[in-house]
């Protein structure tokens, strides 16, 4: 997982031109203080809430303030009104004039009394605190008739006074006679607007702030700024009204106000009758708010800034000595290495860190290829001379090989043809001698010239046997299939044409056929064949067999004799045998020596050459011979290609 | 018959004894010419040099040639008859003591007539020039004279 993180990074980075050291430490940076500015904006929208959450309750504190300033407002009024209404010239009617100048001297002394008067029961204005021309009837005001009704204290007509065009709210208390009668009623009418504008004086609303008194309806009552522009207003479908509406007596909201400021609204129930609802709000803008938290934000992200250049600087000017050209020595040297240049080394300083371990390294390893290559340039140069010396030696040798075979040549020829020259003339004039003087011989004289000739005749085949071996030892051999089975045969036919006078049983197992020389192998059945005829000459039944050991037979060999007969011989085992004079075993291995004989010649006439020219033709052919066998009782011989 | 002369080419005077004695013995009387090497051979069959004066229309019936001779070998007395109009159909039988087949095939494909080896055994020599005197001075019929 960790692992198919970076995978993941290292491709990403080198999709994005972050493939070089340095913007890959830039980006390290980034990522490393990624954390810091999470934790600043964090902390930014933190003070950004707590800015607005106080800025909410001080809100509300205020507004709640002044709905309660406002009903105590109204208490203080409604004693006042009582007072008023015990006066006489309330009571009395034809002291209208008076009741007049007094009640506008009381409004001068209150800036938010929009006006004070009495009203007669019939509704008729009967003094006020404002001038007013011929006859007004107030008959259809509520806070009016309220106050006739109950006879008591009436707060009414939270409304845009139609005579003054203010926002205003009345307050009314009737006006008893001895009956108990209400025969007038005394009123107070305030100024919303001036209200309000006591009140944004009285507290310490940021800048921008409003005030705004207003009912259910979306009716502007009073609103601080700007009264001229929005008293009197109806706006039902403002978003403010729409949220008081749904959210009931107190509440705030954050909201695009009727002028499009932002802020935060905070609103209050202070009046409420059946018909209408009565909001005081106040109206802090956002921007006031959160000025704080903004300010603060800048900063921070200002100084974190600056220490993100400041680190990025340090990295980019530190990251060229520190990395990059340790780095770019490294590549240098790696690409002289690449193209072939084995004397390449960084010159970096091997210190212990990762880059001057890799210098290390690196430096290492050039050195080891140098030293092998110098090594390998070495030990070709010492075969190249070693395989010139041996070619040299070759061609020496072969040159004293073919002079040595020449020189054998002539040898044999010398050997076949002077050396039976001289023989012959031992015979032929040793018979001449017995023919022609065979008189004065005597018998004696007679034997003893035939036994020189026939010393001389025995040499000529020991002469004739050498020639023959030698010939066998360098005869060039072809390699075919050889009908050994038919080779035997032909042998033994003319061993019995030789003699035909002699019976001898003979067995050839047929189809017997071998890879060899075929003149070669004929010579071997001749003289194996030749000796089993010879060595049972003596006998009346002479049994001569040729055949292959059933053993060596593929499948045989390989369950019964595993490894045994396997391992001296890989082909098939031939072999001849006889059931004649045998021989002792003691001697077996002597039988192919040159001119080693187990038995007499005036026995068994034979040069004792014939085996060892067997052993020779067997051994050039990489095979073995070998022979058993037992005084008096015949004798076999084997042999392998 | 008597007429019919043989050639014996040949250095060894025991063998040149000994095959004397053997046509002797065999009873082959016809005349015989001794040439002790190659030269003389050469000399003797193209009538040139101690030979000049000889009449060339006499040739042997047949030459016995041994291959080992001094001067000129037997191979190439051989190869010069047979290169010469005047002997190339002489018969030529080889006798001689090699029995190298190397000897045996160049002297045929030089163009002998016979390749006999001289035995050591006396009686088969005796033998083999009985033959050679029976087939080639007897049986034979020599090739037209020009």
Known sequence: MHRGFNDQLS??????????????????????????????????????????????????????????????????????????????????????????????????QNSFYANLGVINSDGTLRCSALPFAGRVNLSDRDFFRETLRTRAFAVGGYQIDRVTGKGSAN??????????????AVFIALDLGALADRLIETTSLPEGSTLTILDNHGTILARQPDPEQWVGQSLPDAPLIQTIRSNGDEGNAEETGIDGVERLYVFKLFYSTAAKQIYISAGIPTAAVFADAKRLLARALLLISLVTAAAAAVIWVGSNALLLQPAATLMRAARRLGQGDLSARTVLAHTSDELGQIAHSFDGMASALQARE????????????????????????????????????????????????????????????????????????KNHLNRVRAATQHMGHLIDDLIKLARVARAEMKREAVDLSALAGNVLADLQASEPARKVEWRVEPGLVATGDANLLRVVLDNLLGNAWKFTGKLARARIEFGVLQQTSPGMDEVDRVGNRRSETSGPTYFVRDNGVGFDMTYAGKLFSAFQRLHNVSEFPGTGIGLATVRRIIHRHGGRVWAEGAAGKGATFYFSL | MSD?????????????????????????????????????????????????????NLQPAVILLDLKLPKVDGLEVLKRLRADARTRLLPVVILTSSKEEQDLASGYSLGANSYIRKPVDFTQFMEAIRQVGLYWLMMNEPPPKK
């Open chain 1, 11 to 108: 491709k990403w980075t080198a999709r994005l031109p972050f493939s070089s050291l340095r913007a890959r430490l830039l980006l390290l940076l980034f990522l490393a203080l990624l954390p810091a500015y999470g934790f600043i904006l964090y902390s930014v929208f933190e003070a950004r809430q707590q800015a607005a959450e106080h800025a909410r309750e001080n809100a509300l504190w205020l507004t709640r303030l002044m709905a309660s300033e406002q009903k105590s407002l109204i208490e203080v009024i409604r004693q006042q009104l009582q007072s008023l209404a015990q006066l006489s010239i309330v009571h009395r009617p034809e002291q209208a004039a008076l009741c007049s100048r007094t009640f506008a001297s009381l409004r001068a």
């Open chain 1, 171 to 184: 307050l009314a208390y009737p006006v008893l006679d001895a009956a108990n009668t209400p025969q007038a």
């Open chain 1, 374 to 445: 110098s090594e390998a340039a070495r030990a070709k140069e010492e075969i190249r001379q070693l395989n010139a010396d041996l070619e040299h030696k070759v061609t020496e040798r072969t040159a004293e090989l073919a002079a040595a075979n020449q020189e054998l040549e002539a040898f044999s020829y010398s050997v076949s043809h002077d050396l039976r020259a001289p023989l012959r003339a031992i015979d032929g004039f040793s018979q001449a001698v017995i023919e022609d003087y065979a008189d004065k011989l005597g018998d004696q004289g």
């Open chain 2, 4 to 56: 019919k002369t043989i050639l014996l080419v040949e250095d060894n005077p025991d063998d040149e004894a000994l095959t004397l004695r053997a046509l002797k013995k065999n009873n082959i009387l016809n005349p015989v010419t001794i040439a002790r090497d190659g030269v003389e051979a050469l000399d003797y069959l193209f009538c040139q040099g101690a030979y000049a004066g000889r009449d060339a």
